[in-house]
């Protein structure tokens, strides 16, 4: 037998404002991780072939006749950090399952595609290129 | 009043007094900054052009060679520092608005000190940074160390992020052990 008293009111009042919170909350949270499932949609629809991890993963450890990879700043592994070739300041890990910052603004993304493919490759990566490489570092 | 509660209101305020005194003196003293000022760069600035060295404050070079590093991103001395035209825009319009400017004030004005007409796009060629470290240039004449060593301002002056130069506030060591 409910009777509804004004305590209970608030308490309903509450507990609804709760799970409305948690769920948006819960919204945000998948939705940050799915910023680079997104981008790798994006990229497939303009690629000649279905992107696969292995091509990312020999792209990033492939070096360049000038000795440059992506290995020269972000190291060997990426579940631990690396440090500027140059400069040396550090640099946080790649793996998203290790740093959870990672892959989840589109921005930044895009950012260091833009800088990083063209200090290593001296020129912009491919689409087929950067969907490979994103594929593999989101599984990582 | 009674005697005793003159007593107690006579300690109690002693004590309100001597806690002013000292944490409002020793602020001062400790943070070695004017009333009121924090060094508070842009978020999107330090984001930006902080990812791979240290962030310098807009106002060690002039203007001009802020507009000459911002024109030549994709050979940033060596390396790729390009980024969205927007970001670039705004980025353009802080360092122009807090640029090293003759008559502004600001804690590093000696950095005006014989400013050629053209200045130099790196801040370790500044004539007012090499009077600066004077004794630090000579030092490493003797070790034929590059410019470069000066490049990481906060390995020497720990509290570079906060805007801190003071030389009371230097740490001796370089490179990656003294991290």
Same mark, same amino acid.
């Given at each position: 037998m409910l009777i509804m008293t004004s305590a209970r009111y608030t308490i309903m009042k509450i =507990?609804?404002?709760? #799970?409305? #919170? =948690? =769920?948006?909350?819960?919204?945000?949270? #998948?939705?940050a991780s799915e910023v680079s499932d997104l981008m790798i949609e994006e990229f497939q629809a303009e690629a000649e072939r279905p992107f696969s991890e292995q091509a990312g993963m020999e792209t990033w450890y492939a070096s360049q006749p000038d000795g440059r990879s992506c290995t020269s700043c972000h190291g060997e592994s990426l579940l631990v950090r690396g440090s500027h070739q140059r400069t040396g300041k550090i640099i946080e890990p790649m793996a998203p399952s290790i740093n959870? *910052?990672?892959l989840t603004e589109r921005r930044h993304i895009n950012?260091?595609?833009?800088?990083?493919? &063209?200090?290593?490759? @001296?020129? *912009?990566?491919? #689409?087929? /290129? &950067? @969907? $490979?490489i994103l594929l593999w570092l989101s599984q990582q | 009043m =009674? *005697?005793?509660?003159?007593?107690?209101?006579?300690s109690l305020g002693s004590t309100?007094?001597?806690a002013i005194l000292f944490f409002g003196v020793g602020g001062v003293v400790i943070y070695g900054l004017e009333e009121g000022e924090v060094y508070q760069p842009d978020e999107l600035y330090v984001d930006e052009c902080g990812a791979c060295h240290y962030a310098y404050p807009p106002g060690f070079l002039p203007a001009s060679s802020w507009q000459g590093i911002m024109l030549g991103l994709e050979d940033h001395f060596d390396e790729n520092a390009e980024t969205d035209e927007e970001t670039a825009s705004y980025i353009s319009e802080y360092l122009q608005a807090n640029a090293l400017t003759a008559g502004g004030s600001s804690p590093w004005s000696m950095?005006?000190?014989?400013?050629?007409?053209?200045?130099?796009?790196?801040?370790? /060629?500044?004539p007012g940074f090499r009077q600066a470290h004077e004794s630090e240039l000579e030092l490493l004449d003797g070790l034929d160390m590059g410019m470069e060593f000066f490049s990481p301002c906060e390995d020497?002056?720990?509290? !570079?992020d906060q805007g801190l130069? $003071?030389? @009371?506030?230097?740490?001796?060591?370089?490179?990656? !052990?003294?991290?």
């Open positions: =507990s609804k404002a709760m #799970v409305l #919170v =948690s =769920s948006l909350f819960l919204c945000m949270l #998948v939705f959870p *910052e990672r950012k260091w595609f833009l800088r990083n493919c &063209k200090w290593t490759y @001296g020129r *912009e990566c491919t #689409v087929q /290129e &950067k @969907g $490979d | =009674s *005697e005793q509660a003159g007593k107690i209101q006579t309100i007094l001597a950095l005006l000190r014989n400013l050629p007409d053209n200045p130099p796009l790196r801040i370790t /060629e500044l020497c002056h720990r509290q !570079a130069f $003071d030389k @009371g506030l230097l740490r001796a060591g370089y490179g990656p !052990a003294a991290r």
